[in-house]
């Protein structure tokens, strides 16, 4: 069964401190690995979408990375306005092109 | 340039009464997925539709729930007979093909008293 594992469940930085938001997963043919931003009340908003090992993608202070296991969501010097729950969602293989998704990390980003 | 859009945000229903959600996927986009999310839940796939057909009903009760997606129109998720177990924020989302990024809406957040 896929599945999608995320962690730490909750980060508290200060601000400027970065670090490392972690999503392993087990799918059975990996179609793309996708990370969202949920503020409270709203909608996930799409970030970044990564498709095989070895890929990077990066925006402002964000950067995505894959292995063949696991992806990071790596923020650098991070702000008060990155606070947000973020999610890791695994589209895998078959005829269905339904998403499962972590249950996030909550980033609480201190001035 | 609108996103995708859900209607109604909130809504209120007592136990026993239908609910009906609205989404109208982004312009262009054909293939639409409703997704539930409940409280220190992740979000949970619910239905995957293209116009006119269901492709992927899996992660739907098989009672009392439907969704639909016209060929004219938004697609409906339609509740009937709610319980309080079904309070919960529902999500629409549209991709362009299949296998793109889904781009959600703002969710609707029914509560059931």
């Known amino acids: 069964e896929d599945q999608v594992t995320q962690s730490p469940e909750a980060l508290r930085l200060q601000e400027g401190e970065s670090s490392s938001l972690n999503c392993s997963y087990t799918?059975?043919?990996?179609?793309?690995l996708f990370w969202y931003r949920q503020d409270p009340g709203k909608g996930p908003e799409f970030l970044f979408t990564?498709?095989?090992a070895g890929e990077e993608k990066e925006k402002e202070r964000l950067k995505a990375t894959l292995t063949k296991k696991e992806s990071f969501l790596h923020i650098t010097a991070p702000k008060p306005e990155d606070s947000a729950t973020y999610l890791c969602?695994?589209?895998?293989?078959?005829?269905?092109?339904?998403?499962?998704f972590g249950t996030g990390t909550l980033l609480a980003v201190q001035p | 340039n609108a996103g995708v859009m859900q209607n109604p945000r909130h809504l209120v229903r007592r136990r026993g009464q239908e609910a009906r959600l609205r989404c109208s996927p982004v312009?262009?986009?054909?293939?639409v997925y409703w997704y539930r999310q409940l409280p220190e839940e992740g979000l949970k796939f619910m239905v995957y539709?293209?116009?006119?057909?269901?492709?992927?009903e899996s992660g739907m009760p098989k009672e009392r729930f439907s969704a639909e997606f016209p060929k004219e129109g938004p697609s409906i998720l339609r509740i009937q007979q709610v319980v309080r177990g079904d309070s919960a924020a529902y999500f629409c989302?549209?991709?362009?093909?299949?296998?793109?990024?889904?781009?959600f809406g703002p969710g609707t957040r029914l509560t059931v008293t």
């Open positions: 312009k262009g986009h054909s293939h």
């Open positions: 990564l498709y095989s």
């Open positions: 539709l293209q116009k006119e057909n269901i492709i992927d």
């Open positions: 799918v059975s043919g990996l179609r793309g």
């Open positions: 989302a549209s991709s362009p093909t299949g296998w793109d990024e889904q781009y």
């Open positions: 969602a695994v589209l895998g293989g078959g005829a269905t092109n339904k998403l499962i």
